[in-house]
């Protein structure tokens, strides 16, 4: 079993910047496609950002290109999600999640292709 730890969210103002982690444990020796995803409530969780397994290629979706970067440190097997120019549309609960079967060179962009899943870390965005 593959246990996923999010970490880094709270309150911050629009415009600013806040870095999630999602700390990764268990059959670590394996290598995963991860992503991002939030959701707020009432509504259904979105994707947010994805990296592959293999050579790192990330997508986003639309509304957070040029202020969110994904990136992957896999000697110490934990996710990033870096978040710049923050707006209050931005604020949901940000889970992580990976896939062993998905994703090895293009990123996982639907929640069903994930199999793993953190408990998810508040982001709450005020003006």
């Known amino acids: 079993q593959v246990q996923l730890a999010e970490s880094g969210g709270g309150l911050v103002q629009t415009g600013g910047s806040l870095k999630l982690s999602c700390a990764v444990s268990g059959r670590t020796h394996r290598s995963y496609a991860m992503g991002w995803f939030r959701q707020t409530p009432g509504k259904e969780r979105e994707f947010v950002a994805g990296?592959?397994?293999?050579?790192?290629?990330?997508v986003y979706v639309d509304s957070v290109k040029g202020r969110f970067t994904i990136s992957r440190d896999d000697a110490k097997d934990t996710l990033y999600l870096h978040m710049s120019s923050l707006k209050s549309e931005d604020t949901a609960v940000y889970f992580c999640?990976?896939?062993?079967?998905?994703?090895?060179?293009?990123?996982?962009?639907?929640?069903?292709?994930?199999?793993?899943w953190g408990q998810g870390t508040q982001v709450t965005v005020s003006s």
């Open positions: 999640a990976a896939s062993d079967q998905h994703g090895q060179v293009i990123p996982v962009t639907t929640s069903r292709e994930y199999n793993y």
């Open positions: 990296i592959s397994w293999i050579g790192g290629r990330t």
